[in-house]
């Protein structure tokens, strides 16, 4: 009897009735004919539609492909037989012969034939090269349904509506077009045979002798609809109308009936066999297709639609697919998944997989395959080959060295499960008994030495011991879980729900994370704590905890992958593609594949991989593309220039890859080609080299557009000296005088004038005169152009009284009227550039290491399994040992306690290293702990003793919290200094000393109760075991108000001791999120800007004697963090005073920066706006600054707060570790000026705002 399981499909497409599939013999193509008269061609790999075939009129019921060449032959319902080639993408001929519907095509394997069935009740065979009929097969009386050539012999089956199944024998047309062949000299194939050969009448009514009919098989009851040859067996299959499935055998001399196959429920459109195992495949109007046992002639398999019948079956001749055609389109699937069960030994020597019923293992380095055991048959039904009964998982005991442990796990009968055991050095046989076997969904999966887990038919994760015993039943957190996957380590399981992963610990039964993965069918785990995630269609890389890295989506299948020796390169394969893969997304494409394989390890050079026959292969793999993006990612820069130099990286996948990253300049060392080489030099800014690399593409492509890029490059970078030389190139000469304008180069402007005016260009010269400033040029221009009026215009406007006059008599002369002009006009005159000789001062940027080849050491990139490339501290490094790597050694660095929250900025448990804060011994115990214990107590004889008091409320306060405030308001000064010291290397407490008695003080209520009794004391709590928090963020969010508004006004004392408090309060508040950690933050960063700011100024009025100095300050000033409504207040004082002294370029930059302020466009700064306008109009106009300043506004620069003097990007300097003020280097160990609390250069793990 059969039994229903899920279809395996590949691909499937929704169109009209299907009535026509053929596979590609080599492409991974089909070829779809639609009830509708189209012809379409699917890339069944990759889900796409290639192309659409539609000259057909009416139904297309046949198609084929030919073996070797381009063609398509397709028959349908306008009688005709149309051969296409679909790489010109056309009908190259039509034939014409039949008289009725064409029910089927196809080509010979090896004549130039086609072979046509029709419902004129015969069929035809046709030279497709010389485009004529060659036989006429007469002899059924109903419709001929189809008709197919043996694969081998020289025979023909057909099967029509008279109930009769024909077996027709071609070996005389064979001989008989031989030896025609022969006699002309040409073979049968040979393209330059003359055309003719065509049947005479007699021949077209009544056949030929060249086909025989060789079989007359009766036995069905109504019209046979369908027959095929076996590809090697002397049999046949047929399908009719009657419902059956009838088996016939072939002799020499005669044929019969084997046996007939029931089940269908109505007509059965199609059968064939099997091109690989013994089955038969059948469809029907049932909206069936039925599988059968070809030895055994009964069921094994059913799928079913629910509203779609079946009319047409296709088989792929190489590979293990069927393509089936229905009332709404068509499905390509298989019967059974090809991968085979297999597992990679932890240690990387030895692979272990399913090969037929053997349990095999592969040694790596004997390069040798050994079975260790035969495996049973699973299942009550599966007992037939091909159709999904073989193991689909194999799962390998990681954790048990001393022996061999294996599941191996199969989805028959909802699943089951069979443990094996063996010797791990597999020198015996391995051991199958009865009771360690059970049912289970999905694959099982080891979670100690020995213990394994399943999950069971009630979704319920089972833990198993090694004699197969139930020890325990865990519900998993979710109840749609339907996989288990390896966690990483022992105890740990993934488990697969809906579109997730969960990672889960069963001994806790706690969830540790999760991560969206759709689909997924594999994890692979690396030796430094990733994790790949594989899934249907597409890679995702993950953590120990399952936070997601990256994600990579692909258009085809992923089929397997493994990472490298060192545990960062993730090798997978798709189906025809190998790939890597990194942590930060980057992937790319290894080499291309024939045929899918399955990875099992990746060494040096080398993929090993198991193809669908269990064959182990190796396969060479390059994967320094890889290697070389790894090592930029993780700045090794050594080793990326020292690949540079010795492999041959090219590409420009490689060199869009490193423009992408931001390393241009990796690329042009590499790169020859002269205009990708051109292109790389802009991107990096190289003038140098784009300047020759132009040269050689001018002289060798006559490439000349090359200058155009080239001058706006070097525009922007301000040498205006390759920007001449670019435009002189281009002949540019409108864009050259516009930079000689901005340059100040009056004499080659002049030149330029005289170029425009041999060239005859009137707007050039014009142009040249206006920049010039040049009046009398411009009149001469304008009259000689014949604008006459605007030429007396501009004489009158100039005061070129003699030439007014002129014109003037010159247009009354000839009656026209003179335009009048009165009194109010302004000037044109052209600016005064501020650097006339030199190119623009750029900013100074240190030189980037890669740019320097020279000081790059050399390295040897290629030993690459022995380097930890993850350059991700700690963040893989588990303290649950999962993925160490071996190469480590005796390292005193402890991963799984100290390491894991070095980067936590966060709260103060922890990363401090030698000042490690234990708060339970090295913290002295709080007033009023008992000093002896209870032993001691009792030493000195037999009277009673008290028990001891316990741990005070205060005392709570300070073993729950590492912030300075709970520890102030227990009253442990002590502790909260060694606190602050630790935290922000404070040493003058005197400052803050207000603080730490007003934090106390708070801390504590007494309510008077009964007379003469002592008061009582109440400490309010913010949560339990915390006390409330004196200063909390509104208070800080209230003194910065009143801050601001004493700067506002002026009250710059006011507003100072306001900051100043603001600063010493911030260390007191406690913050409970994330989001009020960073506002308090923000406060201590305002506090520090203003204090600054108003030492800056105080230092202005003492230095109001100085020009230089106070202009200076006053630049300063502007750079300091402040409120755009402040800041507005800090540029006008920064204008006025740069203005005074004369100091007209830093007078101009303020003005303009003024004028960019959104505030400056309100109604009630009208006249500021007004005034900067005017300052800027004159600050231009001289151009100059009477004073040396040392304020250069191109450069970034931070403020010296001891100083008060700037320190440039690149110079050196030193932080205080509490407020962040920055000094030069000499003066560390001193006390900062602004906080007045922090020594300045002391490395510490900062302000900790929270518990």
């Known amino acids: ?180 062949n022969s006699s002309l000299g040409l073979g049968l194939d040979d393209p330059m045979r003359p055309p003719g050969g065509g049947l005479n009448m007699q021949a077209e009514l009544f056949g030929t002798n060249d086909v025989i009919v060789k079989y007359v098989l009766e036995g069905h009851d109504r019209g046979v609809n369908w027959a095929s040859f076996h590809p090697t067996l002397p049999l046949l299959v047929s399908a009719a109308d009657d419902r059956h499935v009838k088996l016939w055998r072939m002799s020499e001399t005669k044929a019969w009936e084997v046996d007939t196959m029931r089940g269908h429920t109505n007509n059965v459109s199609c059968v064939m066999f099997h091109p690989r195992v013994e089955l038969v495949v059948s469809n029907s109007e049932d909206r069936s297709i039925r599988v059968w046992d070809m030895s055994k002639r009964v069921g094994v398999q059913t799928f079913r639609r629910e509203n779609d019948r079946f009319w047409i079956l296709a088989a792929h001749k190489t590979q293990n697919l069927l393509a089936a055609g229905h009332d709404s389109g068509m499905i390509v699937f298989k019967l059974e998944r090809e991968r085979p069960a297999m597992e990679l030994h932890e240690e990387g020597d030895k692979l272990y997989f399913v090969k037929g019923r053997e349990l095999c293992v592969y040694d790596f380095q004997k390069g040798r395959e050994q079975p260790i055991a035969n495996l049973r048959r699973p299942g009550q039904f599966a007992q037939t080959d091909g159709i999904g009964n073989s193991p689909r998982y194999l799962t390998y005991n990681s954790f048990n060295p001393t022996e061999g442990n294996v599941l191996v796990c199969s989805d028959i009968d909802g699943g089951t499960y069979e443990l094996v055991t063996f010797a791990s050095n597999g020198s015996n046989s391995g051991n199958l008994q009865e009771g360690k076997r059970g049912t289970c969904v999905g694959p099982g999966v080891f979670v100690a030495r020995n213990r394994f887990a399943i999950l069971d038919k009630s979704r319920n994760i089972v833990i198993k011991n090694l004699q197969n015993e139930t020890t325990k039943k865990v519900l998993p957190p979710t109840p749609v879980v339907d996989m288990l996957f390896n966690g990483g380590t022992a105890g740990r399981l993934l488990l697969r729900c809906e579109d997730k992963l969960v990672l889960f610990e069963q001994q806790s039964r706690r969830v540790l994370g999760e991560v969206t ?56 394969t798709t189906t025809n593609h190998v790939k890597y893969c990194l942590a930060n997304g980057d992937t790319g494409i290894i080499r291309t ?160 004038l005289k170029i425009s005016e041999m060239r005859g260009d009137t707007m050039g010269r014009y142009h040249n005169a206006l920049f010039l400033g040049d009046a009398a040029e411009r009149v001469k221009v304008l009259e000689a152009s014949g604008n006459t009026n605007l030429a007396y215009v501009c004489a009158k406007v100039h005061g070129l009284d003699e030439d007014a006059e002129r014109i003037k008599a ?70 649950d040992g999962v993925g160490q790597s071996t190469s480590w050694g005796e390292d005193d660095i402890d991963l799984g306690d100290e390491n894991d929250d070095n980067d936590d900025f966060g709260d103060g448990d922890g990363g401090w290293g030698d000042d490690d804060l234990d708060l339970g011994d090295d913290m002295p115990a709080p007033s009023g702990s008992p000093a002896k214990t209870d032993e001691d107590m009792n030493q000195g004889g037999d009277f009673f003793s008290p028990p001891s008091a316990g741990t005070s409320r205060t005392a709570a306060w300070i073993s729950n919290s590492s912030h300075v405030a709970d520890h102030t308001a227990a009253g442990s000064v002590d502790t909260a200094m060694q606190l602050l010291n630790r935290q922000i290397a404070a040493s003058n407490f005197d400052a803050i000393k207000d603080k730490f008695v007003q934090s106390h003080l708070s801390s504590t209520y007494k309510v008077t109760g009964m007379p ?33 508004a004493f700067f506002k006004s002026g009250k710059f004392s006011e507003s100072a001791a306001a900051f100043t408090s603001l600063l010493h309060m911030v260390p007191f508040i406690v913050a409970e999120t994330r989001e009020e950690a960073s506002q308090v933050k923000e406060l201590l960063e305002n506090a520090r800007e203003y204090i600054t700011a108003i030492r800056i100024k105080a230092a202005m009025a ?23 409504a402040h800041l507005l207040l800090a540029l006008r004082s920064a204008m006025g005073t740069a203005f005074k002294h004369k100091n007209f370029i830093a007078a101009a930059s303020f003005s303009r920066r003024l004028l960019e302020l959104p505030d400056v466009s309100s109604a009630k700064n009208a006249d500021l706006k007004a005034k900067a306008g005017k300052v800027l109009q004159k600050s231009e106009a001289q151009a100059r600054n009477e004073h040396e300043l040392n304020y250069d506004e191109a450069k970034g620069f931070k403020i010296d707060a001891f100083k008060l003097s700037p320190i440039y990007r690149g110079d050196d300097l030193i932080e205080c570790s509490f407020c962040g003020s920055t000094y030069s280097v000499d003066y560390k160990g001193k006390l900062c000026v602004t906080c007045n609390v922090s020594t300045v250069g002391s490395k510490t793990l900062g302000l900790v705002t929270g518990v």
């Not at 060449?69 to 190259?92: F, H, Q």
């Not at 034939?113 to 010389?130: C, G, P, Y």
Request: hydrophobic share 35%; proline share 4%.
């Open 810 to 879: 010159a247009l009354e002369e000839a009656e026209k009227e003179v335009p009048e002009v009165d009194g109010t006009y302004t000037l044109l005159q052209p600016p005064t550039p501020i650097n006339r000789a030199q190119n623009w001062p750029l900013l100074e940027v240190k030189k980037h290491t890669l740019e320097n080849l020279n000081g790059v050491g050399d390295g040897d990139y290629t030993n690459v399994e022995n380097d930890d490339f993850s350059g991700r501290g700690d963040d893989h490094a588990g303290d």
């Open 1012 to 1044: 003469f009794t002592p008061p009582l004391k109440i400490h309010p709590t913010r949560k339990p075991g915390l006390p409330a928090a004196t200063f909390t963020l509104d208070m800080g969010l209230n003194t910065l108000k009143s801050a601001y």
């Open 593 to 752: 594949l024939e045929q899918p394989i399955y990875v099992t390890k990746v060494h040096k050079k080398q993929m090993f991989c198991l193809d669908r026959e269990g064959k182990v292969k190796v396969i060479a793999i390059d994967t320094t593309e890889a290697i070389f993006k790894l090592a930029l990612e993780n700045k090794r820069y050594g080793q990326v220039m020292e690949m540079v130099r010795h492999s041959r990286l090219c590409g420009k996948a490689i060199v869009a890859y490193l423009q992408a990253k931001g390393f241009p300049e990796v690329a042009l060392h590499f790169v020859r080609e002269p205009k990708t080489r051109f292109n790389l030099a802009l991107a990096c800014g190289n003038i140098e080299v784009a300047m020759e690399t132009a040269f050689l593409l001018e002289q060798e492509e006559g490439d000349s557009s090359c200058w155009h890029d080239l001058g706006v490059e070097a525009l922007k970078q301000g040498n205006h000296q390759v920007v001449e030389m670019a435009y002189q190139r281009t002949k540019d000469f409108d864009r050259l005088s516009f930079l000689y304008l901005i340059t100040g180069d009056t004499e080659k402007l002049r030149k330029m």
């Open 517 to 572: 993965a759709p689909k997924v069918k594999a994890v692979s785990w690396s030796s430094s704590g990733l994790c790949a995630i594989l899934c249907r269609d597409g890679v995702i890389i993950a953590d120990r905890n399952m936070e997601q890295l990256c994600s990579i989506s692909e258009t085809v299948r992923v089929k397997s992958g493994a990472w490298d020796a060192s545990g960062n390169i993730f090798i997978y």
């Open 1 to 180: 009897e059969s039994f229903h399981l899920r279809m395996l499909e590949k691909f499937s497409s929704k169109s009209a009735r299907v009535k026509g599939l053929a596979f590609h013999p080599i492409r991974p193509w089909l070829c779809v004919s639609l009830h509708n008269g189209s012809i379409q061609l699917w890339d069944y790999r990759v889900g796409t539609l290639i192309d659409r075939f539609e000259e057909h009129d009416g139904p297309v019921r046949g198609v084929d492909f030919h073996t070797k060449e381009s063609l398509i032959a397709s028959g349908g319902d306008d009688y005709k037989i149309k051969v296409w080639d679909y790489k010109l993408r056309r009908c190259l001929f039509t034939l014409l012969g039949h008289l009725d519907y064409i029910r089927t095509v196809q080509f010979h394997p090896s004549h130039p034939w086609i072979l046509s069935a029709s419902d004129d009740q015969t069929i035809r065979m046709w030279n497709w090269q010389v485009r004529t009929c060659m036989s006429v097969l007469t002899g059924h009386n109903h419709y001929v349904m189809c008709a197919n050539f043996h694969p081998k012999e020289d025979l023909i089956v057909s099967a029509s509506l008279d109930q009769t199944v024909r077996v027709w024998d071609t070996s005389g047309l064979v001989k008989k077009h031989s030896m025609e």
């Open 1102 to 1124: 003492e230095a109001a004697a100085d020009p230089a100095r106070s202009t200076e300050l006053s630049a300063y000033f502007t750079h300091c963090n402040l409120q755009p």
